[in-house]
């Protein structure tokens, strides 16, 4: 008996310090990730003012910097975005929830990272049955449906072909599903990749640039919005699925389950 609780008490603590270890890691990698997504943008931003110090270039090179100057300034305001958002996580408040389009609320999100990433209209698709209404706070659905548009294209790697729908939920509710053909997930890894500062696959964490964070607050902010996420994917260079499902008024239930979100 003794033996048996000895070897017990082994096994326990050796996944205890598996798991820490695992959590450290991924804290290590964080930082280093947001020292790189801040230093990097400041670095250019200072070469870039350094620059119209010294010289007096041209109107149409002058027009060149200040361009990529504010999507520096841009990416900078993601970052800080991201880690507000997270910080907001440990202290949560309640949501004022209201009655938002979510028509209107994709197409400004959609329209957002079209001009980010200078995609063209058929490379990130908006396709929505009917007029589904969502009950939550706009500007965190705004942030939720913001990261999940945001992963699609960068692991989408050249070839961009995101396509988002939303309608009604056959159970109840509202639905949007984000889709894109890019890296896809490992099965194994599907649940593992809203924990704060997980990014699935060793290759993608070296060619994607993140923090680890924007699936993290993806499910705590839909989770307070009183909804769900799920991801599906059918392994490695299939692609990958986000399915957001989120509450309707009551009086919006009826109509929500009466038109439901088409069949793929």
């Known amino acids: 008996l003794f033996y048996a609780l000895l070897i017990a008490g082994l096994t326990l603590l050796c996944a205890w310090l598996v798991r820490e270890m695992r959590h450290s890691q991924r804290q290590q990698a964080f930082l280093d990730a947001i020292t790189h997504e801040m230093k990097t943008p400041l670095a250019s931003l200072r ?13 149409e090179q002058r027009g060149q910097f200040f361009g990529r100057m504010r999507q520096d300034v841009a990416r900078l305001e993601r970052t800080v975005d991201q ?8 202290r ?20 957002e990272v079209r001009e980010q990433y200078h995609l063209a209209p058929e490379a990130l698709r908006l396709e929505v049955e009917g007029d589904p209404v969502a009950l939550g706070e706009e500007q965190e659905l705004s942030l939720v449906f913001r990261n999940l548009l945001d992963n699609a294209v960068k692991y989408s790697g050249s070839a961009v072909d995101v396509q988002v729908r939303a309608g009604a939920d056959p159970e109840g509710g509202v639905r949007v599903e984000i889709d894109d053909q890019g890296v896809g997930i490992p099965r194994r890894e599907l649940r593992r990749i809203f924990q704060p500062f997980y990014r699935a696959g060793v290759e993608a964490q070296r060619r ?11 499910r705590f902010l ?6 769900s996420v799920e991801a599906y994917s059918a392994g490695p260079g299939l692609g990958s699925r986000f399915v957001v499902r989120l509450r309707v008024s009551s009086g919006q239930q009826a109509s929500a389950r009466s038109a439901p979100l088409p069949a793929q």
Request: proline share 5%.
């Open 92 to 111: 949560a408040r309640r949501p004022q929830r209201e009655p938002i389009v979510l028509r209107d609320l994709l197409a400004i999100c959609a329209r």
């Open 222 to 227: 839909v989770r307070r919005q009183g909804g």
């Open 83 to 90: 880690v507000l958002a997270a910080a907001r996580a440990a």
């Open 208 to 218: 994607v640039k993140g923090l680890g964070l924007g699936l993290f607050i993806v």
């Open 47 to 59: 070469l870039y003012l350094d620059t119209l110090d010294r010289h007096d270039p041209g109107a």
